[in-house]
C-alpha cells in the first residue's frame, strides 16, 4: 500500500479533511454496510440476484459478505474514504497477478449457494467469467466492489477514493491498468472524466452492464471535477 496511507482502525487526531485509509478484517461490518447500500439499487444486482422474487436483500448481503470474505482471506488490498471520523466509502482491488477464476473458489461456492441460492450464484460465475474475458492479457487490476454510502454521495469523495486506487494501480511495474464495471450509465461521464475507455458491454436480461478500462498513465480529462 502507497506510503501515508492510515489504517481504518486507528483514530484519525484531529482529522478535518477527507483521509484515506487502508482497511483489514476490523473495517468489516462498516465496508459490508456501504456496499449493500451501494448495490442493492445497482440494475446489474437486481438482474443477477432477481429483485423481482422475494429474499433478494438477503441475497445481496450474502454476496457482498461472502465476496468480502474471499478477498480478505486472499489478502487483496482495500482502501476506503474517511469522513468525520466515519468511514464513507470503500474499495476492494483485484492484484493483476490474482486473475481470480471464482469458479475454482469451492468454499466461495459452497457458501454462496447456501446463503445466495443456487440460481444467482450461477448467474453471478457467468457474469464474472465474461468480465475475466474480456480482460487485457495481463497486468490488470480489477475493481470488483466499490461504494460510497448514500449519505455521503456527491461531495467528491468517490473522485477521491479512485484517484487513490488509480494511483496504487500505477505503481505497480507490472501493472498496466485497471477494469471496473458499472450497470449505471449515469456514471459513464464520471469513470470517462478519469480517463476510462469501454472495453465493451455485457447483455443481463434488460440490463447492460459496461465494462471500462484505465490504462496505467492514462491522463484524466482536462476540466473534469
Not at 454510502?149 to 469523495?157: D, I, S, T, V
Not at 494511483?167 to 450497470?183: F, H, I, Y
Amino acid at each position: 500500500m502507497t506510503d501515508g496511507m492510515a489504517t481504518a482502525d486507528k483514530t484519525l487526531e484531529g482529522q478535518r479533511a477527507p483521509a484515506i485509509v487502508r482497511l483489514d478484517e476490523t473495517a468489516f461490518n462498516e465496508a459490508k454496510s456501504i456496499l449493500y447500500q451501494a448495490y442493492r439499487h445497482e440494475p446489474t444486482f437486481q438482474y443477477l440476484f432477481d429483485h423481482r422474487k422475494p429474499g433478494y436483500d438477503k441475497r445481496v448481503r450474502a454476496t457482498i459478505r461472502e465476496l468480502l470474505n474471499l478477498y480478505f482471506e486472499l489478502n487483496q488490498d482495500a482502501v476506503g474514504v474517511m469522513a468525520d471520523y466515519t468511514l464513507v466509502a470503500v474499495a476492494f482491488i483485484g492484484e493483476p497477478e490474482l486473475r481470480l477464476n471464482l469458479a475454482q473458489q469451492l468454499s466461495w461456492r459452497i457458501r454462496m449457494v447456501l446463503t445466495a441460492g443456487f440460481a444467482s450464484t450461477r448467474r453471478y460465475l457467468d457474469y464474472h467469467e465474461k468480465i475475466r474475458g474480456m480482460l487485457p492479457e495481463e497486468g490488470t487490476y480489477q475493481l470488483p466492489m466499490m461504494g460510497v454510502h448514500p449519505k455521503y454521495q456527491n461531495r467528491g469523495y468517490g473522485r477521491l477514493l479512485l484517484s487513490s486506487v488509480e494511483k496504487l494501480c500505477s505503481e505497480n511495474p507490472r501493472g498496466n491498468g485497471l477494469v471496473l464495471d458499472t450497470g449505471n450509465s449515469r456514471y459513464l461521464p464520471f469513470y470517462k472524466s478519469e480517463g476510462f475507455r469501454s472495453l465493451g458491454t455485457i447483455r443481463l436480461g434488460d440490463y447492460e452492464d459496461f465494462v471500462l478500462f484505465r490504462e496505467a498513465d492514462a491522463p484524466q480529462m482536462a476540466g473534469a471535477e
